[in-house]
C-alpha cells in the first residue's frame, strides 16, 4: 500500500506558475511510476503525465508539453508538477497517483487538490 497526499495548489493568474508536491508513504517510493492526472468541472479525468522509477523517463500530454515538468525526489518521497505558462483551460483537480508495472493501472490515488488559473 502508499498513500499519497497532494499539496501546493491554488489560485494563480494566467501566465503564472505553479508547484505542486505529491508526498508518498508506505512502500518504497522508488517501486513506482508515478503520474499526474487531472479533472476539470464536467469533464473527464485526464492524464497529465508520468515519471519512472528513478527519474529517468517522463511523458507528457500534448496539451501540457513544454509548460509542464515532473521531477521526483526519492529520498523525499516526494514528485513535483512544476506548471509554467498556466491558461485558464489549466483550471482543474490535480491528481497524483502510483502504479507498480509502467503498463500496468494506476492502483493508487491522492485525494487531489485544487488549481484555479484566472484570465
Known amino acids: 500500500q502508499v498513500q499519497l497526499v497532494e499539496s501546493g495548489g491554488g489560485l494563480v493568474q494566467a501566465g503564472g506558475s505553479l508547484r505542486l508536491s505529491c508526498a508518498a508513504s508506505?512502500?518504497?517510493?522508488?517501486?513506482?511510476?508515478m503520474g499526474w492526472f487531472r479533472q476539470a468541472p464536467g469533464k473527464e479525468r485526464e492524464f497529465v503525465g508520468r515519471?519512472?522509477?528513478?527519474?529517468?523517463?517522463?511523458r507528457y500530454a500534448d496539451s501540457v508539453k513544454g509548460r509542464f515538468t515532473i521531477s521526483r525526489d526519492n529520498a523525499k518521497n516526494t514528485v513535483y508538477l512544476q506548471m509554467n505558462s498556466l491558461k485558464p483551460e489549466d483550471t482543474a483537480v490535480y491528481y497524483c497517483?502510483?502504479?507498480?508495472?509502467?503498463?500496468?493501472?494506476?492502483?493508487?490515488w491522492g485525494q487531489g487538490t485544487q488549481v484555479t488559473v484566472s484570465s
Open positions: 497517483a502510483a502504479k507498480i508495472r509502467l503498463g500496468g493501472e494506476y492502483n493508487y
Open positions: 508506505g512502500r518504497t517510493f522508488s517501486s513506482y511510476v
Open positions: 515519471i519512472t522509477y528513478s527519474g529517468g523517463n517522463t
